[in-house]
């Protein structure tokens, strides 16, 4: 999945149904560099928010934590409807398997 490229894929009505949202175990300092790399990638423009999750809260809430005691969760993608209902879900243990962004848009516009 290319995130710098998902946002700009999404057209008017695919960004009033849906909203990006990236989460990760990484320090301030690393967040903001990839900021950086997005910002980039996406002619300077503003992606989606970034959350950091350096104590694995919501990763452990959602079970996504490699049991390889790296402390690195297992990439996963959600479309979650309006009313906080997973529709779609695809984890991955290998984390160099991402779903494409033809995917997520194809499961974003299924939502009403």
Same mark, same amino acid.
């Given at each position: 999945m290319q995130l710098g490229e998902l946002q700009s894929l999404l057209n008017k009505q695919d960004s009033a149904r849906s909203q990006i949202l990236a989460v990760s175990i990484d320090s301030h300092e690393d967040s903001k560099k990839l900021r950086q790399k997005l910002q980039a990638a996406n002619n300077g423009l503003e992606t989606?928010? =970034? =959350?950091?999750?350096?104590?694995?809260?919501?990763i452990d809430r959602y079970g996504l934590l490699n049991p390889d005691g790296k402390g690195w969760p297992h990439p996963t993608t959600y479309v979650i409807d309006k009313e906080g209902v997973v529709r779609w879900k695809l984890t991955e243990t290998n984390y160099t398997v991402r779903p494409t962004n033809k995917q997520i848009l194809q499961e974003v516009r299924k939502l009403k």
């Amino acid at each position: 999945m290319q995130l710098g490229e998902l946002q700009s894929l999404l057209n008017k009505q695919d960004s009033a149904r849906s909203q990006i949202l990236a989460v990760s175990i990484d320090s301030h300092e690393d967040s903001k560099k990839l900021r950086q790399k997005l910002q980039a990638a996406n002619n300077g423009l503003e992606t989606f928010p =970034l =959350l950091q999750d350096t104590n694995h809260k919501v990763i452990d809430r959602y079970g996504l934590l490699n049991p390889d005691g790296k402390g690195w969760p297992h990439p996963t993608t959600y479309v979650i409807d309006k009313e906080g209902v997973v529709r779609w879900k695809l984890t991955e243990t290998n984390y160099t398997v991402r779903p494409t962004n033809k995917q997520i848009l194809q499961e974003v516009r299924k939502l009403k």
